[in-house]
């Protein structure tokens, strides 16, 4: 049977949410496996569709390749960022992946984590996924 997930779409783009909790990779690994990404932000306008959400999830940014250069998972460098105050810091030098980590009054809601922690993550990608089950 066909079985459409929920994704929701905003712009060209198409977000998938998920509950469960992963490391950054295998959230990624996820993401990848249904033809998506994690999700890449662009604008102050995705950073609010997300943070409706209201979720505490990896997006696809990571410097675990150079500490202190941010890239997303497509290796474009960050256009426009939204770090927590005071972020990111690479706390215990351990810390190479952002999570969304929602706040209440304010739209700078990224902190870097270690990639090992467990969280929610978001897909992005340019179609709906539709994923035939035995
Ligand atoms: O105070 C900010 C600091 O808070 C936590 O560390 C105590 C965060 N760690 C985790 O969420 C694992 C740090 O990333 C954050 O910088
Ligand atoms: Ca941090």
């Given at each position: 049977r066909l079985f459409l997930q929920e994704w929701k779409q905003f712009g060209s783009s198409y977000y998938y949410f998920f509950n469960k909790e992963k490391s950054w990779s295998a959230?990624?690994?996820?993401c990848r496996?249904?033809?998506?990404?994690?999700?890449?932000i662009n604008s102050r306008e995705e950073q609010e569709f997300i943070?409706?959400?209201?979720?505490y999830v990896w997006i696809g940014l990571s410097d675990a390749k150079s500490e202190g250069q941010w890239k997303w998972v497509d290796e474009s460098p960050l256009s426009t960022a939204f770090w927590r105050s005071g972020e990111p810091n690479n706390a215990n030098g351990d810390e190479n992946c952002a999570v969304f980590?929602?706040?209440a009054d304010t739209l700078k809601?990224?902190?870097d984590i270690p990639c090992s922690y467990e969280a929610?993550?978001?897909?992005?990608?340019?179609?709906?996924?539709?994923?035939?089950?035995?």
């Open positions: 959230a990624r690994q996820d496996e249904r033809g998506a990404d994690l999700v890449i943070k409706k959400e209201n979720k980590s929602t706040t809601a990224w902190n929610g993550w978001i897909c992005e990608s340019t179609q709906p996924y539709v994923r035939r089950l035995q």
